[in-house]
């Protein structure tokens, strides 16, 4: 067992990634968990599977909440990496509404040149070449990047993005008028030297765009299963801002966004580009100092609430039981497996999942060894709930799974407390 949730430990355990305080603020203590998006597989059978510590932090000075253990990137993001991008419908539409509004605010032509970082399977950057900008994508888990070149023909270059990394880009001539980076600040161990390399590649007058879930939420809707190896960090504006100005970047403007159970798209530029600070940034300041996130009772507060879903949880899965009802699993993602483990949910109480991804279908959820089919399994097994891990793709879910009601299955919602839908 871990120290308690929301409590301090002794002073000097770890120290802040961004800043290098000594941290004492406990936000979260999970237990122990594997790998989120390390899915078993069958030459996997009489291997062990490692859990490690899930626990994260807060940095009372620059207020960056982080893990405290830290896995290293190549034991998170190797060259089977689980997650495709593109298999969600409406992370599509969200990618292409974005390179539409990009091209026009940034008035990018056929010289321009657009660098995503974390470029998955080429979901972004396919839109800025159907629109005929130059493109180059940075990806590290190999597998997905060779998807992205030989379906989408996104030159992808595998590495780890950084000081290093920017450095070679820059000596071969890719300086960007845009750079990208979606879901992946929260991925990086070296805040810093990740930053660092946005600074070296970026025009004088070039942006970057920062899409990353926002802290806020996940304090107001009890995110916690968002908590997860791979998330190294957990994001406010208070405290990407105070990343950025280490780095000669700043902030002027901000878009909050309903993907990943609600994120935010903050525009970047160097400290002396010539873009004007937004309303929108400084309403966000506001209600972030308002919300108390620059308070440690805020981050102690938290702890309760991460119980009561759990409790939640449990009773409905109990009770479905012992009425004798079928519960199974629409989704793999990597927060429903921080969800099951921390609830210590197993095949015992869901019977199966099914994911859309062929890469999920046929293994199981680590640590619960809850078995991944295809979509169709549900219609064979005809189970009485459905239980809706991506949650936050939940209406595109059950707009694709309306006709389970037929035989009056119902749509369960596990957070910020389970609720079960007509």
């Not at 070679?168 to 750079?179: Q, T, Y």
């Not at 966004?257 to 525009?267: K, V």
């Not at 921390?342 to 859309?356: E, K, P, W």
Request: overall charge neutral.
């Amino acid at each position: 067992m871990g120290w308690g949730e929301g409590e301090r430990q002794g002073p000097g355990v770890c120290s802040c990634r961004g800043c290098g305080t000594p941290l004492s603020l406990a936000f979260a203590d999970l237990g122990l968990s594997p790998i989120a998006n390390a899915l078993r597989r069958a030459e996997d059978n009489g291997r062990p599977e490692i859990f490690y510590p899930l626990q994260a932090w807060v940095c009372e000075r620059c207020w960056l909440v982080q893990l405290h253990h830290k896995l290293k990137p190549e034991e998170l993001f190797s060259s089977s990496y689980a997650y495709f991008s593109s298999y969600s419908s409406s992370w599509l539409k969200h990618a292409r509404a974005f390179a539409e509004e990009a091209i026009t605010r940034f008035a990018l032509k056929t010289d321009s040149m657009v660098v995503e970082v974390a470029s998955n399977d080429g979901y972004l950057l396919q839109y800025f070449k159907q629109a005929g900008i130059r493109i180059q994508g940075v990806e590290p888990a190999t597998n997905v990047a060779d998807v992205a070149e030989r379906e989408r023909g996104i030159p992808s270059l595998r590495a780890f993005f950084g000081r290093d990394t920017a450095l070679k880009m820059k000596a071969a001539g890719l300086v960007a008028d845009l750079m990208v980076a979606n879901n992946v600040l929260a991925h990086v161990p070296d805040v810093n030297d990740f930053l660092t390399g946005f600074a070296i590649l970026l025009k004088p007058e070039g942006v970057a765009s920062f899409e990353f879930p926002h802290l806020l939420r996940l304090i107001e809707e009890v995110q916690f299963d968002t908590i997860y190896h791979e998330h190294y960090s957990y994001l406010s504006l208070l405290a990407v801002e105070t990343l950025l100005a280490r780095q000669g970047l700043r902030a002027f403007d901000v878009k909050a966004l309903p993907t990943h159970g609600g994120s935010l798209r903050l525009l970047v530029c160097r400290t002396m580009a010539p873009y004007g600070t937004t309303p929108a940034l400084a309403a966000l300041r506001a209600a972030e100092a308002a919300a108390g996130l620059n308070q440690t009772e805020t981050y102690l507060a938290f702890t309760d609430r991460i119980r009561r879903t759990r409790r939640s949880l449990l009773r409905f899965l109990i009770q479905a039981q012992e009425e004798g009802s079928m519960v199974a699993g629409y989704g793999a993602p990597a927060k429903g497996n921080t969800l099951l483990n921390y609830c210590g949910v197993d095949a015992s109480f869901i019977a199966f999942t099914v994911d859309r991804s062929p890469h999920k279908q046929g293994t199981w959820l680590p640590g619960t060894r809850i078995p991944v089919l295809a979509p169709n399994a549900i219609d064979v097994a005809r189970p009485d709930y459905l239980l809706i891990l991506p949650w936050n793709l939940a209406d595109e879910i059950m707009e694709h799974m309306a006709h389970v009601r037929e035989w009056g299955c119902r749509f369960v919602i596990p957070i910020p407390e389970t609720r079960i839908l007509a």
